[in-house]
């Protein structure tokens, strides 16, 4: 099947700076994006979500965007902190035939925030 | 509100046995997701339950299965048991209402090891 898959394995930063973080998708019809955030021994918690019919999604120090175009999806930390050092996942659903959901997520960027 | 709990947290079993993991949503959700997580193929949706049917599947053998109670708790079980099976197995709960479209709250995970 089609797969979701992160640009960088690895990113370090320092404190205070700005965080990007990068994900190309396969699936075109995919409809749904989610960004998860998984610290060491814990399960993923749930950052920031987009729809396909949206380019850009504003959180708390999070901003996620979606280009559609090239089917790539980014998510942007202000202001990095110490507390963000975690694993980030990109997650994509696709309704298939039927109308089950199959969630797919990427491998996973693992940032690092110097202080 | 009480988040998702797993139980057991760890769990270590020997080829060719059995194995049943249980996961309590959040009060008030009546979907509830189960994933796997290893350091190879990353996190693997395996099915999805609501109101206790299975709504979606992803692409597992039928050694992989699992049930839902009337109180939406959950249990997942694996049978005949293999080195591979060893992983972090995620739940997640949501509410179900808007179907592949919603925060899902994860669990901190049951970790099996087969030896």
């Known amino acids: 099947g089609e797969s979701v898959g992160l640009h960088l394995p690895t990113l370090s930063v320092q404190e205070g700076d700005n965080s990007i973080i990068n994900c190309a998708y396969s699936n075109s019809a995919s409809d749904y994006f989610i960004w998860y955030k998984q610290e060491s021994g814990k399960g993923p918690q749930f950052i920031i979500d987009i729809r396909s019919n949206m380019d850009k999604r504003q959180g708390q120090r999070v901003t996620v965007l979606l280009n559609k175009t090239v089917k790539h999806l980014s998510l942007q930390i202000a202001a990095t902190q110490p507390g963000d050092s975690a694993v980030y996942f990109c997650a994509e659903n696709m309704e298939e035939t039927g109308g089950s959901y199959i969630p797919t997520f990427g491998r996973g960027t693992s940032l690092i925030v110097h202080p | 509100k009480a988040g998702v709990t797993q139980t057991p947290r760890y769990l270590i079993k020997t080829r060719g046995q059995q194995v049943t993991l249980s996961c309590s949503p959040i009060?008030?959700?009546?979907?509830v997701s189960w994933y796997q997580q290893t350091p190879g193929q990353g996190l693997q949706f395996l099915f999805e339950?609501?109101?206790?049917?299975?709504?979606n599947k992803g692409n597992f053998p039928g050694r992989f299965s699992g049930r839902q109670f009337s109180n939406s708790r959950s249990e997942m079980n694996v049978s005949t048991l293999e080195l591979g099976d060893s992983a972090l197995y995620l739940c997640?709960?949501?509410?179900?209402?808007?179907?592949?479209?919603?925060?899902?709250?994860f669990g901190p995970g049951t970790r099996l090891l087969v030896l």
């Open positions: 997640a709960s949501s509410s179900g209402q808007i179907h592949g479209q919603e925060t899902q709250y």
């Open positions: 339950y609501f109101s206790e049917t299975q709504r």
């Open positions: 009060s008030g959700h009546r979907s």
